[in-house]
């Protein structure tokens, strides 16, 4: 626009300039041939004069005088007298030049014409005279186009001038014009004042920058729901586009495939993770098909899902949800390995029945000891009965189904009523029972508290050295009410520590017939714990003995 | 045009590369679990992985050479590529060593270990590091990471002397283990130089970065 106006205002003034020079040069030319006319006749009414008064001889006597015109004298008969640029002698009749012919017809004559004497173009004036002779005056036109190229000079020089003069205006005049243009702030199109030619265009782009600004926060905002519900997700998701680069990546996602801080958008999913399960879902998905798959990253398993996105019949990304499976794994192993174990528990004592009974039915046993073989059975019975007890009680905690409400319990006296039922069993395996401590108040259900105690005791007792000790304590911590119970047993193996609250889990496998029990006890006392949110603290010396701590919250006060 | 096309190549390199580090790091697991848990399954498993190294590094060479003779890089990109083509031989030959640690894993998953094994899975966990250390600092250009490869080296290094000793002893005290020992001590020196192949890696991924490649004396040579 600049550029274009800068043209047509310099080619409009120099259009205006070569045209007023080009009249003006013919005005000057017509003006200058005028005056060298009058200049003639003037010349040719002195020299006339000047003639009369001196005949020829006054013209032989200015014949050096003046340089600027010839002075030609023709006689009656065209016969040259008198020139005052070239000899008369070599100069033939004269008679039928036009204007002595019509100076001899008229009276007076002028022409402009090529002279053949000189060779130049002139300009002719002749007189007759008096006497009837023809006094000629001429002078070159050159003089004309002389002046003319003189004063040129100039002219073209201011010409040049005037252009140079032209340029800088024009380019002035352009940065003036257009100043106000580029000033416009098209941030806040309505503050400008510029020409009212444009207000239309403000006023357009205003409305354009209004809703387009709209259209932006929308967009924001919409982005920022967006990377906010992904942010908190906790599932990872992870969106690429046709070719695998990441478009987005959620912070779950990276934290699951391990990839670390950084900037992934824009860049190729393996640079996230290069697993081989990832880049098979990945290559998968972009060829159409989605899948399910588990992966492991780090020491953890998650499930992958890839759907490829697609879009008029083409695939134009995937998307990627995983999902954490790890405890769920763990859970369902645990699951399939109680099962397994709950029927190999069932099945030993089972088939010690079904031989006894067996052998009593084929009538094998002796009359007196048929009594025995029963006993046995009713033993192994029993320790069924306690198992299957133990389970149902194990998978009730599991599902959070104990309907008892919950009622205030003093620990101490707990402890004491499981104390006096132990007692006869201490006293068989020669073990020392004390309870001791403040007593404290909780809020739980009785009779769990009373199973938490029997389990804890039964194995101080169980896994006790003869002439050892079970002591139970009861202190008020400032987390709550501790329940101490710490035998001088035969401990835990540091390595066994960690899994002695799974379930059917035993340090000794081949002692652990001996000694009874269903492996399942400690797993109950740590349900039962779970259930009351109380905190399991374990602390063993192998060979010195077991302290194991529950920590119950302190009861609230409401229910006092 | 050209130019894009060009820079779409080199996107695939990487990828490639990235995709045969993990092939090579999935080989090295595999043979590691052969070995430590008897498992015969997973030792062919490694020896697949190793065929599928094989083949991709075929595959790289020939984008490497293409994109040599075709877009003829220059400075980083060039150093890129001649990394990679390097890079590759090392992976290739990791994968070879894990598919011979697979087929000692064979033959000793038949019998159990004179005595468990203690150092060797130390062993590998380092040298698995290290290389997972190098492919990753190839992935995210993290020079820190490279170099920390370069150092761990030593670890691997003093911990096949202890193998060595450890099985020295072993064969002390009953020459009759000495086969079993020889064969632990084969699979050592398998990681000791999968440990030096990865060092070689993360000297090329320096490389490419910077430039600077450490050469046999120590020196180092600005290209």
Known sequence: ?560 | MMRNRFDTQLDQLNTELIHMGALVEDAINSAVCALCQQDKEQAKSAIKLDQLVDLKEKEIEDLCLKLLLQQQPVARDLRLISAALKMITDMERIGDQAADISEIAIFLADEPYVKKLEIIPKMAEETIKMVSGSIDAFVKKDLDLARQVIDADDIVDDLFVTVKNNLIDMIHKNPLHGGQAMDLLMVAKYFERIGDHAVNIAEWVVFSLTGEHKDIDGSVDQI
Do not use: W
Not at chain 1, 26 to 43: C, F, G, P, S, T
Not at chain 1, 240 to 268: C, K, M, Q, W
């Open chain 1, 1 to 560: 626009m600049k550029r274009k106006i800068f043209r047509s205002m310099l080619l409009l003034s120099l259009v205006t300039l070569f045209l007023s020079v080009a009249l003006l040069s013919i005005v000057l030319y017509q003006q200058l041939a005028d005056d060298m006319k009058r200049e003639l006749r003037n010349q040719a009414a002195y020299v006339t004069a000047g003639y009369y008064e001196g005949d020829i001889e006054y013209l032989e006597a200015i014949r050096g005088a003046d340089r600027e015109s010839r002075i030609t004298l023709v006689d009656r008969d065209g016969t040259v007298l008198f020139d005052n640029r070239a000899d008369v002698a070599t100069m033939d009749n004269h008679r039928d030049r036009p204007e002595i012919a019509e100076a001899f017809s008229e009276g007076e004559g002028e022409t402009i014409r090529q002279s053949d004497t000189v060779g130049t173009q002139y300009y002719y004036l002749a007189t007759r005279l008096v006497d009837g002779r023809v006094l000629r005056v001429s002078s070159s036109s050159d003089s004309v186009t002389d002046a003319l190229t003189s004063s040129g000079v100039v002219i073209v020089m201011i010409l040049i001038l005037m252009i140079c003069l032209a340029i800088l205006l024009a380019r002035f005049e352009t940065r003036r014009i257009v100043k106000p243009i580029n000033q416009i702030d098209l941030e806040k199109p309505m503050k400008n004042k510029v020409y009212d030619e444009l207000a239309p265009l403000l006023i357009r782009i205003h409305r354009l920058h209004d809703s387009v600004e709209e259209q932006m926060q929308e967009l924001a905002e919409r982005n920022k729901h967006f990377s906010e519900i992904t942010e908190s997700m906790e599932e990872g998701l992870v969106i690429l586009d046709e070719i695998g680069h990441v478009v987005s990546a959620n912070p779950s996602a990276l934290t699951f495939l391990e990839s670390g801080d950084g900037e992934y958008a824009g860049r190729h999913f393996s640079t996230m993770n290069r697993s081989l399960s990832l880049r098979n879902a990945v290559e998968a998905a972009l060829l159409g098909n989605s899948s399910e798959t588990v992966m492991t990253a780090g020491n953890r398993s998650f499930q992958l899902r890839a759907n490829p996105v697609t879009r008029h019949g083409e695939v134009s990304g995937v998307i990627l949800l995983l999902l954490d499976v790890t405890e769920k794994q763990k859970s369902e192993l645990q699951r399939r390995e109680f099962t397994a174990n709950v029927s190999h528990e069932l099945k030993t004592p089972l088939t010690a029945i079904s031989g006894y009974a067996e052998l009593l039915k084929n009538r094998m046993v002796p009359g007196d000891e048929a009594a025995d073989f029963a006993g046995r059975i009713f033993e192994e019975a029993s320790g069924l009965i306690a198992l299957v007890e133990d389970v149902i009680r194990l998978s009730q905690l599991d599902e959070r189904s104990v309907p008892e409400p919950l009622e205030e319990v003093d620990l101490l006296m707990a402890a004491r009523s499981v104390m006096a039922r132990l007692a006869s069993k201490a006293k068989q395996a020669n073990i020392e029972m004390t309870v001791d401590g403040s007593g404290g108040l909780i809020l739980a259900v009785p009779h769990l508290i009373e199973e938490l105690l029997i389990n804890l005791c039964d194995n101080g007792i169980k896994y006790n050295k003869e002439g050892g000790s079970v002591d139970i304590s009861v202190e008020q911590v400032p987390t709550g009410i501790r329940l101490i119970v710490a035998d001088t047993g035969i401990g835990i193996p540091a390595e066994h520590q960690e899994r002695i609250f799974e379930r059917f889990y035993r340090v000794d496998q081949s002692h652990s017939k001996e000694t009874g029990g269903t492996g399942l006890g400690l797993s109950i006392v740590k349900h039962i714990a779970a259930y009351h949110k109380a905190t399991i603290e374990l602390t063993s010396l192998e060979g010195q003995g077991t302290s194991i701590a529950v920590t119950f919250p302190i009861a609230i006060k409401k229910s006092l």
